[in-house]
C-alpha cells in the first residue's frame, strides 16, 4: 500500500485518509485520492492511479480482504451491527433475509442507499 500512494503522490495525486484502521474489523490502511491532478483531465488522474494500484498493491490487498482470517474478522465486526442494519432495511422498503450473509446484508444496505439516499450502514454506526 505504501509504494501505491508513494506512487500516486510521485504523480502529483493528492492522497487522503492513509491511516491505518480496523473498521472492518482487521487492519486495513484506508485512503482515498484526489479525481484531479495539475495539468491532467480526471480521466488521466485516474488511469494514473489505478496504473499505480495495480502495479503495487491491488492484487495483494484483495487476497489480504478476502482471505479467511480477513472475512471471519469482518462479519465478528459486523455482527453488532448485523439487527440494526436489517432492522433499518425493513423500515425502508430494502428487502434482506434475516439469515442473509454479511455480503447479502451489506449489499441489499447499498441497493437501498442508492435508490433512496437511506445509509442504513453508516447509521447503524458500523465502519467507524
Keep these: 500500500m505504501d ?3 508513494t506512487c500516486m ?4 495525486i493528492e492522497v487522503f485518509d492513509d491511516s491505518v484502521t480496523s473498521a472492518r474489523g482487521f487492519p486495513e490502511i484506508s485512503y482515498s ?3 484531479s491532478s495539475a495539468g491532467r483531465s480526471d480521466d488521466q488522474t485516474l488511469a494514473i492511479a489505478d496504473a499505480c494500484l495495480a502495479q503495487h498493491s491491488l492484487f495483494v490487498e484483495q487476497a489480504y ?3 479467511p482470517a480477513s472475512i471471519e ?5 459486523f455482527g453488532p451491527y448485523r439487527d440494526v442494519v436489517i432492522t433499518c432495511l425493513a423500515e425502508n422498503g430494502g428487502e434482506v433475509r434475516d439469515d442473509a450473509t454479511m455480503p447479502e ?3 441489499a444496505a447499498a441497493d437501498l442507499e ?3 439516499g437511506v445509509d442504513c450502514v453508516s447509521e447503524s454506526g458500523y465502519g467507524r
Design 65 to 67: 480482504q478476502l482471505s
Design 73 to 77: 474478522q469482518q462479519e465478528a465486526a
Design 9 to 12: 503522490r510521485d504523480a502529483g
Design 3 to 5: 509504494r501505491s500512494l
Design 114 to 116: 442508492s435508490r433512496s
Design 105 to 107: 446484508v451489506l449489499g
Design 33 to 35: 485520492f484526489a479525481t
